[in-house]
Nanobody, 127 residues
Framework: QVQPVESGGGLVQPGGSLRLSCVASGRASNSGTMAWFRQPPGNEREFVAAIRWNDGATNHAGAVKGRFAISRDKSKNTVYLQMNNLNPDDTAVYYC????????????????????WGQGTQVTVSS
């Protein structure tokens, strides 16, 4: 089973950038879907972005479209989330999730569709 491990969180000023990384240890095939979710303080976990491992198809939440970009490096078994033009509303714990299942793009945002979750990494946007 894939075990995601996140890194790259921290404190950043509004308008700044961060790149999160998620190493998918235990990945044994060229299939599956990986995603980023986030949980703002006092709120439920919400979808941010997802990517299909074999063909790179992606889905981004409306709130981050044009500012965030998900990508993967197959040689490193790693998924990235490049976050630009951050604002205080992006403050949250960011979680990486993985599944061996091949999700169609419109189904990627369903958190019930992921089997493995990382411990999360804190992103704080503040001046």
């Amino acid at each position: 089973q894939v075990q995601p491990v996140e890194s790259g969180g921290g404190l950043v000023q509004p308008g700044g950038s961060l790149r999160l990384s998620c190493v998918a240890s235990g990945r044994a095939s060229n299939s599956g879907t990986m995603a980023w979710f986030r949980q703002p303080p006092g709120n439920e976990r919400e979808f941010v972005a997802a990517i299909r491992w074999n063909d790179g198809a992606t889905n981004h939440a409306g709130a981050v479209k044009g500012r965030f970009a998900i990508s993967r490096d197959k040689s490193k078994n790693t998924v990235y989330l490049q976050m630009n033009n951050l604002n205080p509303d992006d403050t949250a714990v960011y979680y990486c999730a993985a599944t061996s299942r091949y999700w169609i793009v419109c189904a990627m945002s369903n958190k019930e569709g992921y089997d493995s979750w990382g411990q999360g990494t804190q992103v704080t946007v503040s001046s």
